[in-house]
């Protein structure tokens, strides 16, 4: 089966990441490691994580002037991750910067909008109350200036397949199953797994719904059998 699910391994409970990270590793396409994870365990944890699976999406979101950026993405190069992330309201220099010390075929994806995002937000942030034309506007600039992929909303998937086309990657977070509940959610733009498929994402990112069910194995294999 062709893997869709990348699992966000969020938390600062490593010994219970790592069991995660072992027992779920042949129902995953990644893992995700972003902010407290890294923080938290730093690159020997990172690498522990990638001996135990090799597909790694390191999601720090890079944004800063092009130069930093740069040297960020030369540091994080060395490490290998298949997938790493910058935002796009970086502006144009911060792209083409960021492709440059790439060397072992890690891919770039250009953060949009964030998912925690709702149209009053991003009216107050970016003068843009309609968030679908706040998103394509970003994407095109990430297509011009030579990134691999975007993460998106699951509710913006289309509009960004038809502004990117067929060859970028889309990876979408905010995806939840449809028996999932949890009011202390930060997602706002939210969807579930069959439909952001159906939608055209390439790859989901699940984090909370797997990782914190009663039994995270038998979850993320019952959101593979929902997505063949």
Partial sequence: MNKKI???LDGNNFSK??????????EVYAYKIGYEFFF???????K??????????????LHDIPNTVEQGIKAIDKLKPILTTIHIS???NMHKFSKKKITNHSKILGVSILTSLDSDQTEKYYNEKNVKNLVKKFVKYAKKNGLDGIVCSPLEIKTVRKAVGKK???????????NYSNK???QKRIITPLKAIKMGADYLVIGR?????KNPLKEIKEINNSIK
């Fill in 90 to 92: 970086g502006g144009d």
């Fill in 168 to 178: 970028m990657i889309i990876v979408v977070p905010g995806i939840r199953p449809a």
């Fill in 6 to 8: 990348i699992v966000a």
């Fill in 40 to 46: 938290n365990f730093g690159i020997d944890g990172y």
């Fill in 48 to 61: 522990k994580i990638k001996k135990i699976f090799p597909n790694i999406f390191l999601d720090l979101k």
């Fill in 184 to 186: 202390k959610d930060d």
């Fill in 17 to 26: 990441l790592i069991k995660l990270a072992k027992n779920l590793k042949n």
């Fill in 209 to 213: 719904p797997i990782t914190s069910a």
